[in-house]
């Protein structure tokens, strides 16, 4: 598959880099197509890895990760490109945090509203789910280190059909799909996103990123 990817820094590159070992053909974009970290990216990465700007991935990619910082990610996407988005499952990854006055941030949309959501009010024909937003990017492409993978995953989509084919990515990744928990349409995005709230809190108390959510019933 060919697969867009938006956003060069650590989460775009290691998503990018586990889609190319799992076979398919990667595009890392950029505001600028120069963009050194993803030049970077894409010559360690092989062949199958190549970069352009915002505009160039959407427009490759059959599938599309939203890797950008939640601060830019809906410049980002309008530089993408609505025509170039139509149609195309989007995975946001993005978090609305704010560390305009330190660590702990705060979240810049919550409550009554949320990141995904205003994606998706800007992009309406785009299929946007909210997916591995709840985790350190080194469990989101291998949730195995974890517990053995015992832990959950959070998606959220309006489209259900979406939902299902990032379902399929994420058991590609080793995600077990009991551990995908879908939380329905895309309002679930404010909880989802609001749990990084917790999250920071509890890195900031275990000075690590190897933790996740298990949810016991």
Known sequence: MKIGILGSGAVGAAIGGKLVTLGHEVKMGSRDAQNAKAKEWASKTGARASTGTFADAAQFGELVFNCTKGDGSLAALEAAGAANLKGKVV???????????????????????S????LQRKFPEARIVKAL?????????????????????L??????????????????????????IDLGDLTSARGAEAWMLLWTRLYGAFKTADFNLKIVR
């Open 91 to 113: 995975i946001d990854i993005s978090n609305p945090l704010d560390f305009s006055k330190g660590f702990p941030p705060s979240l810049t949309v919550a409550n009554t509203d």
């Open 115 to 118: 990141l995904a959501e205003q």
């Open 133 to 153: 937003n709840t985790l350190a990017n080194h469990l989101m492409i291998d949730p195995m280190r974890l517990k053995g993978g015992d832990h959950d995953l």
């Open 155 to 180: 998606i959220c989509g309006n489209d259900a059909d979406a939902k299902h084919k990032v379902t399929e990515v994420l058991g590609s990744f080793g995600w077990k799909r009991e551990h995908v």
